[in-house]
């Protein structure tokens, strides 16, 4: 049975609950060793993959130790448990991981994370003697090589989000790693989010859209005691990594390079699905608002017309929408900026409101669905030349 064909659960390479495990695997074994101790780290990373030679793993997992020492992500992991789950999910993804999948999975962030001096001042020689140590040993034009690569995986804010995605793009026929580490990093930064939804977890939105529009006694979401919305930040940067996965597949798919291998063909999936779970938990959460009857018809109210929205394109068309009205005026409206601020001020200000983020993320939810539902769709209004309206 061809990829494509298969099921979403058959598709789904990472489970919200595989990505737990596996994060909270990382951080155990992180919290207990030292510095020096990265076997046992490194075996855990690999998973079923094998390698005659382990140095240089060793050695970049040392490296990027050293260089985020106990800094800290924006939603309180330590920061060096993404580069590590991003090699992690590249690894058990391929078949069989090269190692400059893995070197890159690693380092993917050293350029814009591990300036020199972001590094804990004790730890800037022995960062820079690992760094140095692991091109010795890889030697000339290998060194040269993953250089070049980790260059190419940090310049997003020095060219825009779309800029350098193309960029990713055009350097795929030669290195094609830069896909699969990228898919494998928005994956992660997507999952990310997961530890603020503990109330959500059981809970099924399709079930909940059908009873909501087709059961006559549906009193509306009641999830347990112990859930929220995230806070304006967190909602802010969960809803950006949505609209940047989205741009990004529909590039990929319209420049056939969903297909470049079987990797990527497994990561843009993985991706595809992961969006959609976590748009889902906003959704619900944004449902366990409308609790009184009157809300429950307001809620249905705005389903249905959201439902006519996406049908009608929203979901699948770049249209000259205002940002106060449209999803494709949002996506319109932010990528087309290069400014890192104003891209975060006017995603914040989108989820302070509730009834337009209900209609984002059930549509954001439909987009999603279609990169799985045909194989050769695309976002109509996203290609080479830019986002513009159709």
């Given at each position: 049975?061809?990829?494509?064909?298969?099921?979403?659960?058959?598709?789904?390479?990472?489970?919200?609950?595989?990505?737990?495990?596996?994060?909270?695997?990382?951080?155990?074994?992180?919290?207990?060793?030292?510095?020096?101790?990265?076997?046992?780290?490194?075996?855990?990373?690999?998973?079923?993959?094998?390698?005659?030679?382990?140095?240089?793993?060793?050695?970049?997992?040392?490296?990027?130790?050293?260089?985020?020492?106990?800094?800290?992500?924006?939603?309180?992991?330590?920061a060096?448990?993404?580069?590590?789950?991003?090699?992690?999910?590249?690894?058990?993804?391929?078949?069989?991981?090269?190692?400059?999948?893995?070197?890159?999975?690693?380092?993917?962030?050293?350029?814009?994370?591990?300036?020199?001096?972001?590094i804990?001042?004790?730890?800037?020689?022995?960062?820079?003697?690992?760094?140095?140590?692991?091109?010795?040993?890889?030697?000339?034009?290998?060194?040269?090589?993953?250089?070049?690569?980790?260059?190419?995986?940090?310049?997003?804010?020095?060219?825009?989000?779309?800029n350098?995605?193309?960029?990713?793009?055009?350097?795929?026929?030669?290195?094609?790693?830069?896909?699969?580490?990228?898919?494998?990093?928005?994956?992660?930064?997507?999952?990310?989010?997961?530890?603020?939804r503990?109330?959500?977890?059981?809970?099924?939105?399709?079930?909940?859209?059908?009873?909501?529009?087709?059961?006559?006694?549906?009193?509306?979401?009641?999830?347990?005691?112990?859930?929220?919305?995230?806070?304006?930040?967190?909602?802010?940067?969960?809803?950006?990594?949505?609209?940047?996965?989205?741009?990004?597949?529909?590039?990929l798919?319209?420049?056939?390079?969903?297909?470049?291998?079987?990797?990527?063909?497994?990561?843009?999936?993985?991706?595809?699905?992961?969006?959609?779970?976590?748009?889902q938990?906003?959704?619900?959460?944004?449902?366990?608002?409308?609790?009184?009857?009157?809300?429950?018809?307001?809620?249905?109210?705005?389903?249905?017309?959201?439902?006519?929205?996406?049908?009608?394109?929203?979901?699948?068309?770049?249209?000259?929408?205002?940002?106060?009205?449209?999803?494709?005026?949002?996506?319109?409206?932010?990528?087309?900026?290069?400014?890192?601020?104003?891209?975060?001020?006017?995603?914040?200000?989108?989820?302070a409101?509730?009834?337009y983020?209900?209609?984002?993320?059930?549509?954001?939810?439909?987009?999603?669905?279609?990169?799985?539902?045909?194989?050769?769709?695309?976002?109509?209004?996203?290609?080479?030349?830019?986002?513009?309206?159709?």
């Amino acid at each position: 049975m061809a990829l494509l064909d298969q099921p979403d659960h058959e598709r789904e390479l990472i489970t919200v609950e595989h990505f737990t495990n596996l994060s909270s695997e990382i951080n155990y074994n992180l919290s207990a060793q030292r510095t020096g101790d990265d076997e046992a780290l490194l075996a855990l990373i690999l998973g079923p993959a094998r390698f005659s030679d382990v140095e240089p793993l060793l050695l970049a997992t040392r490296t990027i130790r050293l260089g985020y020492g106990d800094t800290r992500r924006k939603i309180g992991p330590l920061a060096v448990l993404h580069p590590l789950r991003t090699a992690a999910l590249v690894s058990r993804t391929m078949v069989k991981p090269g190692l400059f999948d893995l070197l890159l999975a690693m380092l993917h962030d050293k350029g814009e994370d591990l300036p020199v001096e972001m590094i804990a001042q004790e730890n800037r020689d022995a960062f820079a003697k690992s760094y140095r140590n692991l091109l010795d040993h890889l030697g000339g034009a290998k060194g040269e090589r993953l250089s070049r690569m980790i260059q190419f995986l940090t310049q997003e804010y020095q060219l825009g989000y779309f800029n350098y995605l193309l960029q990713l793009i055009d350097r795929s026929a030669e290195m094609p790693e830069l896909l699969h580490v990228k898919l494998a990093d928005r994956l992660d930064n997507t999952l990310d989010n997961h530890i603020g939804r503990p109330g959500v977890l059981h809970y099924n939105f399709f079930r909940s859209v059908f009873d909501l529009l087709f059961v006559p006694v549906y009193k509306g979401v009641s999830v347990r005691r112990y859930h929220f919305l995230p806070n304006p930040e967190e909602g802010s940067l969960l809803l950006s990594q949505l609209f940047k996965n989205a741009v990004f597949l529909s590039l990929l798919r319209h420049e056939s390079l969903d297909k470049l291998d079987s990797t990527t063909l497994r990561l843009f999936d993985a991706v595809a699905i992961a969006s959609i779970r976590e748009a889902q938990w906003i959704a619900l959460e944004l449902f366990a608002g409308y609790q009184d009857e009157s809300g429950v018809e307001k809620l249905r109210t705005l389903v249905l017309e959201t439902m006519k929205y996406s049908i009608a394109g929203g979901a699948t068309d770049i249209r000259s929408g205002k940002e106060e009205q449209s999803v494709d005026g949002l996506i319109l409206n932010n990528f087309v900026v290069t400014e890192r601020k104003v891209r975060h001020d006017r995603m914040t200000k989108l989820f302070a409101d509730r009834e337009y983020l209900t209609t984002t993320i059930v549509t954001l939810i439909a987009t999603f669905a279609s990169f799985l539902n045909d194989p050769g769709f695309t976002i109509r209004g996203i290609d080479r030349d830019g986002i513009k309206p159709v």
